[in-house]
């Protein structure tokens, strides 16, 4: 008989501890840092039958997680994202000053560039990892590849398509043709740090936010990738979150996630689905984590980059890429590059119906042909299909909608974002005027 723990596990002292111990002690992958955080799966993941397994607690489930001290691993992931967005189109480049992928002469490989991509559609990655310092993961397209690899010290991201790479960690010599930006001895940031790619990575997201407000249970079995698993489920106890439930598919024998999939409140498909389609944990091989530009290759230095967005400005609103998981607060409004005199976010509420109050410089709202501040039409033309006019006691605003994420942006220049109703949002700018 498949197990089944309907008890929630309710959020006590002991409880909190051990998930964040549980949070605490899972490895990043290579692609654990690689985040949205996005993401069904086809049914190559689709089971023999579910498993027979020994009977597990939601607690003992959670400490296997914990315990779990697997480092290495090679595989492919399947990974679909559905957050209800109409078509992007060509919207990156009227975002982008310059229009230009990447703003003014932006590399199509900067990971902060390129792994938006995983914020729509569905996805097909190989990943490798061997410990925290060595890790790939791929990103497989129809005529091209994208890889982005760390090797202790160093980071390298490569874009077949276009023939360019971005680098960043130790000091490259003028020897090697390419010239000689960066710092030396600087310790290279983990790959694609905003965007989670993996389940284990989502799954460390969701047990970070695991608290007073969550219920966590186990819901029986599931083969995922060849692989015995139970099915750990996590849900909001509070009433106004978009998220319905996460479900958590755990290896059986090692306790690493294999499957993480996030249903909405509202109903209707996953708005998060990812899992291996293949999976082994033995060691990769040593030159997975190795790289050289090919020649002719167009390299673009990690400073380099990160000047020239500061220089471009802020691109677009800023908010939905690296707003995170939900319940995990106001963490992933941090970093807008180019965003000078953004103050820190104010948090409001606590738990799944957590909401960042971000007050825009200058106290401006969004452009309009009445400020004299006109967007690209292609830009208006997507904002006015995600937005809603909305009023209160906070004055006027537009609420952009997703499945998941919502934001108001008030034409007095403050933004309230989380992973709650357009109503929630509505309420807290009205308590916060």
Do not use: C
């Not at 399947?78 to 919207?91: A, E, K, M, Q, V």
């Not at 938006?116 to 497989?140: F, K, M, Y």
């Not at 003028?174 to 389940?199: K, Q």
């Not at 998981?325 to 963490?331: D, F, N, S, T, Y």
Request: hydrophobic share 35%.
């Amino acid at each position: 008989m498949a197990p089944n723990d309907n008890a929630a596990t309710e959020g006590g002292a002991a409880d909190t501890t051990v998930r964040r111990k549980a949070a605490r002690y899972i490895v990043p992958f290579a692609v654990a840092g690689v985040a949205a955080a996005t993401i069904g799966l086809v049914p190559a993941l689709a089971s023999t039958g579910d498993p027979d397994l020994p009977e597990i607690t939601a607690q003992q489930l959670i400490e296997k997680i914990a315990a779990s001290d697997t480092q290495q691993l090679s595989g492919t992931v399947r990974i679909s994202t559905d957050l209800g967005l109409p078509s992007l189109g060509g919207l990156a480049g009227s975002f982008a000053q310059g229009g230009a992928p990447g703003g003014k002469g932006g590399s199509s490989a900067d990971p902060q560039e390129k792994l938006t991509e995983l914020a729509s559609g569905t996805h097909t990655l190989r990943i490798a990892a061997d410990g925290p310092d060595r890790q790939r993961v791929s990103i497989l397209e129809n005529a091209a590849e994208y890889s982005l690899i760390r090797n202790g010290d160093e980071v390298w991201a490569y874009d077949s398509g276009s023939n360019q790479a971005y680098h960043a960690g130790e000091k490259r010599g003028a020897a090697d043709g390419h010239g000689a930006a960066g710092e030396h001895g600087r310790r290279a940031p983990a790959p694609g740090s905003t965007v989670p790619t993996t389940p284990k990575t989502l799954a460390e997201e969701v047990l970070k936010a695991a608290g007073p407000t969550t219920s966590v249970t186990v819901d029986g079995t599931a083969r995922v990738a060849g692989r015995d698993a139970y099915k750990l489920v996590v849900k909001p106890k509070q009433s106004g979150s978009t998220v319905g439930s996460v479900t958590v598919a755990v290896d059986a024998k090692n306790g690493v996630p294999l499957k993480f999939t996030l249903l909405p409140s509202g109903g209707g498909k996953a708005v998060v689905d990812a899992g291996f389609t293949q999976v082994d944990f033995a060691k990769p091989a040593a030159s997975s984590f190795t790289f050289t530009p090919p020649k002719g290759a167009e390299v673009t230095e990690a400073d380099d980059a990160k000047a020239q967005r500061k220089a471009d400005g802020p691109q677009g609103l800023g908010l939905l890429p690296g707003v995170g998981v939900p319940g995990a607060g106001a963490e992933g409004t941090d970093g807008i590059e180019g965003a000078e005199g953004f103050e820190e976010p104010k948090v409001i509420g606590e738990g799944w119906n957590a909401i960042a109050e971000i007050t825009v410089p200058g106290g401006t709202g969004l452009p309009s042909k009445a400020s004299g501040d006109d967007m690209p039409p292609e830009a208006q033309q997507f904002l006015d299909a995600l937005g809603d006019k909305v009023s209160g006691k906070f004055g006027s605003g537009t609420v952009f909608k997703t499945r998941l994420v919502n934001a108001l942006m008030t034409d007095n220049g403050k933004v309230y974002v989380g992973a709650v109703t357009p109503a929630a949002l509505v309420e807290a700018a009205n308590g916060a005027s």
